[in-house]
């Protein structure tokens, strides 16, 4: 791993100068930033950390696969359609994905609405996906239930 803090060099991704190093997988100069990540947070402020996390350049390395990544076959089969084409078409890739392959959109299994799967938020259940609005009202649902069965019986203020 590469660090440097001079000019020449900027981060691929967001052309900042400074403290930068270059990618284990392609060699790309990016900003050395993973410090500010905060554990938890999802948050996507740190160059080097979506690459490293989000990419199909990262994942093809980290796996140890031959060849390039962009007609990488292990790779392809290792992601569902939406998420490959994803990793390997968004804003922290240094090269994108050509001709990537067209995929039906994810939908809500409860209300039909259309997930994002790279950028949404949802929840797998029962080997179906639920958008976030749908999970949300479920999980009310359950905690209300559950709040209510604990009231109930002596000694709870509940009536037995």
């Known amino acids: 791993m590469k660090k440097t803090k001079a000019t020449e060099h900027r ?3 967001c052309g900042k100068t400074g403290r930068l190093w270059q990618t284990e997988c392609c060699g790309n100069w990016i900003c050395d930033d993973e410090h500010k990540y905060k554990l ?4 996507r402020n740190s160059c080097s950390r979506n690459h490293r996390r989000y990419t199909l350049c990262a994942l093809h390395f980290d796996e140890g696969h031959d060849g390039n990544w962009k007609d990488c076959s292990k790779c392809r089969e290792k992601l569902e359609t939406e998420m490959y084409v994803w990793y390997g078409t968004n804003e922290y890739n240094f090269e994108k994905l050509p001709n990537p392959p067209s995929f039906t ?3 809500c299994a409860q209300c039909g609405v259309v997930i994002k799967l790279g950028t949404g938020g949802y929840a797998w259940k029962g080997g ?3 958008c ?3 999970s949300e009202k479920e999980l009310a649902k359950l ?5 209510r069965s604990r ?3 002596k000694g709870r203020g509940g009536r037995a």
């Open 11 to 13: 981060c691929g991704l």
């Open 40 to 43: 938890f947070s999802f948050a």
């Open 105 to 107: 959109p994810t939908r």
């Open 128 to 130: 179906k996906y639920e």
């Open 132 to 134: 976030q609005t749908c």
């Open 143 to 147: 905690l209300g239930d559950a709040t």
């Open 151 to 153: 009231g109930r019986g």
